[in-house]
């Protein structure tokens, strides 16, 4: 058994319950009603957390769904290629959410971002590559998933993580103060001074 920093890995299944989605569909999105998670979602619209929904089904659908409870993660265990599959994200709504076919739901009782971060690192990465099957597509089944290995410091130590990688990802994809934004600003003076230079002008 490898230890970093101290800790010691341990398997998902010590951790948490691995369930699969359900079967609704996109023909059973409706304008308001209980919220849902369709896998196909997770692709272009869900990162390390999300506390609202895109869409929802009515009490009906709902009722014969998969349900993700505040604090599950919910991953799409199928994809068109190796690295979007297994996208995830920790639900942190303050209700339950159906969700889809093509998923796992992770049950667990950690920082839910800590796992999400986890998922999306390169150590995760690396286990799924090899635990993934396919050609046309690629699937990771969730029972493949229980043999997933952790790095899992005290929940105390978890939460100083995550608080260090929230600022990280603010300052990365924050377009109001972060880096995006610096860049933007970098490109209208560019765009500026070529613009000027191109059109002879006075500088």
């Known amino acids: 058994m490898q230890y970093v920093f101290?800790?010691?890995?341990?398997?998902?299944c010590d951790i948490a319950t691995i369930t699969r989605g359900g079967n609704f569909q996109k023909k059973n999105f409706v304008e308001s009603?209980?919220?849902?998670?369709?896998?196909?979602?997770?692709?272009?619209h869900f990162g390390i957390y999300a506390d609202k929904t895109l869409t929802y089904v009515n009490d009906e659908v709902f009722k014969k769904s998969k349900i993700a409870q505040p604090g599950d993660i919910i991953m799409a265990v199928t994809s068109e290629n190796i690295e979007d599959v297994c996208s995830c994200t920790a639900w942190?709504?303050?209700?339950?959410v159906a969700i889809s076919g093509h998923t796992a739901i992770i049950h667990h009782n950690q920082n839910p971002k800590y796992l999400s971060y986890f998922f999306h690192s390169s150590?995760?990465?690396?286990?799924?590559r090899r635990l993934a099957h396919g050609t046309k597509v690629i699937e990771v089944t969730p029972s493949k998933l229980e043999n997933i290995e952790i790095m899992l410091p005290a929940i105390e130590e978890q939460e100083r993580i995550v608080s260090i990688l929230d600022r990280f990802d603010t300052l990365c994809n924050d377009i109001a103060s972060g880096l995006p934004a610096e860049i933007e600003s970098r490109q209208k003076q560019y765009e500026y001074y070529r613009d000027k230079l191109l059109t002879f002008k006075e500088i």
């Open 6 to 12: 101290g800790y010691a890995p341990v398997k998902l």
């Open 33 to 44: 009603g209980k919220p849902c998670i369709h896998y196909g979602q997770m692709y272009t």
């Open 92 to 96: 942190l709504g303050d209700e339950d």
């Open 123 to 128: 150590m995760f990465f690396n286990q799924k």
